[in-house]
Structure formats: C-alpha cells, structure tokens
C-alpha cells in the first residue's frame, strides 16, 4: 500500500502544480512576443523577412541544443536550472529592447533560446519528484495545458502592450520586449520562492514511485530520494542513452513535432491560399487546432492511467493512428464547409496533443525515472526539436513542388509510422516498474 499523503504534503503538490504551470506557461512571454514586435521592428529599423527568419532559426537552434543539457536539472536540481533559464530569458528580453543593430538582436535571441531552454527537462523533473507514476497521466495531462494556454494568453499580452496608445507608448515596439520581461520577472521570483525540487527539500517523506507492473499501488522497493538534487552518474546517463524505448519515443516525437508546428504556423495560409477563405475567418478557424486540440492532452492522460494502467504506449500509437486517418481524409473534410474544417482541425488537435504530451511528459518521466526524468525529457524534446527546425522548410518545398493534398499524405506516412514504433512499446515498462 502507499503511504497516505498528509494535508500538508497534498498542499505541496498543489503549489508546485500551480507555480510549475505558471513558470512554463510564462516561458512564452519572452518566447512569443517576438511575433508580435516583428511587424513594429520591421516599420520602424527597416528589418527585411530574412534578418527575422535568421533571428527565429538562431533562438530555435540554441533552444534545440540546450534541451539536450537536461542533465543538468538532474544533477543540480530544476529549481536552480530552471531559475537561472527563467532570469536568463529575462534579461535576454530586456536587451533586445535596447536593439539598434540586427546583429545584437540576434545574439540576444540566441541567449534567450539557451535560457528558455531549461525549462521543459527541468519542470517534467520537478513534476516527477511530486508524483506517482501511476497518476503522472492525468496529472501531466492536465499540467502540460501550460505550453498552449501560455502561448495564447502571451501572445494577446504581448499585442496589447507593445500596440496599445496609452501604455507607455513612448516606448513602442520595445515595450513589447521590456513589459513581458517584467511580468515574468515576478513569475520567476515566485518560482525561485514557492517551489522545491522534491518533498524531501520542503521537510517531507518523499513519495515512493507507485509502479505497478503486477498490479495498480503496488510500489517500488526502491530507497526514497531524500532531499536535495539527483546527483546523476555517467551510468544514469548511459542508462537513459542506452535505452531504446527513449529513442523509439525521441524519433516519434521528431515526427510529430514537425507535424505539429506545420499545422501551427501554416493552417492559416493553407485555409487562404488553397481552400480560399478570407484571413479573419481563416485565423479563428484556425486557432481551434489549440483552443480544442489540447483536450486531447487530457483525454491520453485518463485514458493512459484508468484504462491502460499508466501504460503511455497503446495510447499514443492509437491517436497516432487516429491522426493519420483524419489527415488522409482531408479533401472531403474540406469540401463540408467551414463546418466540417473546423470538426477537421479540431480532430486533427486533439490526435496530436494527446501524443505530443504523454511523450514529452509522462513517457519522459517514466523513461527516465525520477533520477534522470529531465535528462529524458531533455533528449526527448531536443531531438523533436529538430523537427520543428525542420518544419518550415519541408512545407515550403513540399507545397511548392507538389502541393498542399501531398503535405497531407506525407503527415499520414508520418502519423502511420510514429504509431507503428509505440506499438512496438504496447507492454513497454520502465525498469524501475518492474521492482516491487
């Protein structure tokens, strides 16, 4: 049986749910305003398409190298490495405010990729270290919501203080860089203050893992983590390398997180370009792939721990195959009407964010355990960002060269092969679950 948790440990967890949430989703105040100012920097200093996709691939580039420097969160502790990502980016923005040259403000960029950088290895440890595995499904489910409903609530901020006349508008497009700083500068204050790296930092008995191999609460004999940081070894590290259901998720996450940003940032111009709908109506059908799509976060999330037993796999390959049939389905989706687009988007949503979560976050931490979850994630998230590198220019050739229903069959072929690698994982269990 797992030991109850006390009125004082629940409150814990509660707070480090919220202040981890607030930190990840205030990662994209320094992150998202960039789209924002572009329109300004470009009226204002002349800045040509190129200087800005140069600025953009520069941060994505540090943002993907760093994601592999997880390891770090697991040898000093998220609550330092993330704080300093936190203040980095902070700064980072603050400086671009004062951008005169194309130059410095691509430098700058590149330091805030770095920084922001630490924040998903580093918070899917911190997350690990106050919950069971056996409800890191709903749980994380639930937690990732942050990286969607951030972007969007950072994107309108950021729109409304970098346009609005009346708020220090002497300022102009740099306040779109100085206020987001400001807001997450307090974000990152409270993090540093209300958050610790696991129970045993906060004067609490840590929470045993609650893997369930041979059945649901049975528990690991595994020794408790006491407080402080995971002090992680070369052999933790070859561990997690080494194991191939880390990279069977890490290449199926590369997939979808090419398909994922090709949907995020090109939906719009597909609706416009191919099916002819006019922008307005073309953005806000468009914004449902997130607004909806993130339900299906949470429905892999119960499905993963009250159906399958907090198996990650089935679940994935399952959505992964249900994505695969709704983009192979386009053309008829499409010809219902602004309807059925938007049943279409909605759909589509949902099958991605179900896996995209588990994968970066629940799989991740049951991989990696608690000693090595942010190395996990680190290296799991790295290597899908290699495909959100990749997005933009497989596209452009695509479209251009074949057009936009072969954009869609290869996303099949993507979705297919994705759900074929986590079948191969269907009974998959961590080492460490494997213990009772």
Same mark, same amino acid.
């Given at each position: 049986?797992?030991?109850? @948790?006390?009125?004082?440990?629940?409150?814990?967890?509660?707070?480090?749910?919220?202040?981890?949430?607030?930190?990840?989703?205030?990662?994209?105040?320094?992150?998202?305003?960039?789209?924002?100012?572009?329109?300004? @920097?470009?009226?204002? @200093?002349?800045?040509?398409?190129?200087?800005?996709?140069?600025?953009?691939?520069?941060?994505?580039?540090?943002?993907?190298?760093?994601?592999?420097?997880?390891?770090?969160?697991?040898?000093?502790?998220?609550?330092?490495?993330?704080?300093?990502?936190?203040?980095?980016?902070?700064?980072?923005?603050?400086?671009?405010?004062?951008?005169?040259?194309?130059?410095?403000?691509?430098?700058?960029?590149?330091?805030?990729?770095?920084?922001?950088?630490?924040?998903?290895?580093?918070?899917?440890?911190?997350?690990?270290?106050?919950?069971?595995?056996?409800?890191?499904?709903?749980?994380?489910?639930?937690?990732?919501?942050?990286?969607?409903?951030?972007?969007?609530?950072?994107?309108?901020?950021?729109?409304?203080?970098?346009?609005?006349?009346?708020?220090?508008?002497?300022?102009?497009?740099?306040?779109?860089?100085?206020?987001?700083?400001?807001?997450?500068?307090?974000?990152?204050?409270?993090?540093?203050?209300?958050?610790?790296?696991?129970?045993?930092?906060?004067?609490?008995?840590?929470?045993?893992?609650?893997?369930?191999?041979?059945?649901?609460?049975?528990?690991?004999?595994?020794?408790?983590?006491?407080?402080?940081?995971?002090?992680?070894?070369?052999?933790?590290?070859?561990?997690?390398?080494?194991?191939?259901?880390?990279?069977?998720?890490?290449?199926?996450?590369?997939?979808?997180?090419?398909?994922?940003?090709?949907?995020?940032?090109?939906?719009? @111009?597909?609706?416009?370009?191919?099916?002819?709908?006019?922008?307005?109506?073309?953005?806000?059908?468009?914004?449902?792939?997130?607004?909806?799509?993130?339900?299906?976060?949470?429905?892999?999330?119960?499905?993963?721990?009250?159906?399958?037993?907090?198996?990650?796999?089935?679940?994935?390959?399952?959505?992964?195959?249900?994505?695969?049939?709704?983009?192979?389905?386009?053309?008829?989706?499409?010809?219902?009407?602004?309807?059925?687009?938007?049943?279409?988007?909605?759909?589509?949503?949902?099958?991605?964010?179900?896996?995209?979560?588990?994968?970066?976050?629940?799989?991740?931490?049951?991989?990696?355990?608690?000693?090595?979850?942010?190395?996990?994630?680190?290296?799991?998230?790295?290597?899908?960002?290699?495909?959100?590198?990749?997005?933009?220019?497989?596209?452009?050739?695509?479209?251009?060269?074949?057009?936009?229903?072969?954009?869609?069959?290869?996303?099949?072929?993507?979705?297919?092969?994705?759900?074929?690698?986590?079948?191969?994982?269907?009974?998959?269990?961590?080492?460490?679950?494997?213990?009772?």
């Amino acid at each position: 049986m797992a030991p109850s @948790l006390t009125p004082e440990l629940q409150r814990w967890r509660y707070q480090v749910f919220a202040i981890t949430w607030l930190a990840y989703a205030g990662f994209y105040l320094c992150r998202r305003n960039f789209s924002v100012v572009m329109p300004l @920097l470009e009226a204002d @200093l002349g800045y040509t398409k190129m200087q800005f996709a140069t600025v953009i691939f520069a941060f994505s580039l540090l943002y993907t190298l760093g994601q592999f420097c997880g390891v770090l969160s697991d040898r000093f502790g998220p609550r330092l490495i993330v704080g300093i990502g936190l203040f980095v980016s902070i700064f980072s923005n603050l400086m671009m405010g004062f951008a005169t040259s194309f130059l410095f403000l691509t430098a700058f960029s590149c330091l805030s990729g770095a920084g922001q950088s630490t924040g998903w290895p580093g918070l899917v440890k911190n997350m690990a270290n106050w919950f069971r595995r056996r409800e890191r499904g709903v749980v994380m489910g639930w937690w990732s919501t942050n990286y969607v409903l951030g972007g969007f609530f950072a994107t309108v901020f950021a729109t409304f203080v970098a346009t609005h006349p009346t708020i220090l508008a002497q300022w102009g497009w740099r306040r779109g860089f100085w206020l987001p700083a400001v807001f997450l500068f307090f974000i990152a204050l409270s993090f540093v203050l209300m958050t610790r790296n696991n129970p045993g930092d906060a004067g609490l008995p840590d929470i045993p893992e609650g893997d369930h191999k041979d059945g649901i609460g049975a528990e690991s004999q595994l020794p408790a983590e006491q407080g402080g940081p995971d002090h992680d070894s070369p052999s933790l590290l070859w561990g997690i390398l080494s194991d191939p259901a880390v990279w069977v998720i890490a290449i199926t996450y590369l997939l979808l997180k090419m398909t994922r940003y090709s949907f995020i940032y090109w939906l719009p @111009l597909y609706m416009t370009g191919h099916l002819g709908y006019g922008v307005l109506e073309a953005g806000y059908i468009s914004s449902l792939y997130e607004l909806v799509g993130f339900s299906g976060a949470i429905i892999a999330g119960y499905t993963s721990d009250k159906l399958m037993g907090s198996r990650r796999f089935p679940v994935a390959a399952v959505m992964l195959w249900g994505l695969a049939a709704v983009c192979f389905f386009h053309s008829p989706m499409a010809a219902a009407g602004p309807i059925g687009v938007s049943i279409w988007i909605a759909l589509i949503g949902i099958m991605t964010y179900g896996p995209d979560t588990l994968m970066s976050g629940a799989a991740a931490q049951d991989a990696g355990s608690r000693k090595g979850a942010a190395t996990a994630a680190g290296l799991i998230n790295g290597v899908g960002s290699i495909g959100q590198l990749c997005s933009p220019f497989l596209v452009a050739y695509i479209t251009d060269q074949y057009g936009w229903d072969s954009l869609f069959y290869l996303f099949v072929i993507f979705a297919l092969i994705g759900g074929s690698l986590m079948a191969t994982k269907w009974n998959y269990w961590p080492p460490e679950a494997k213990t009772r």
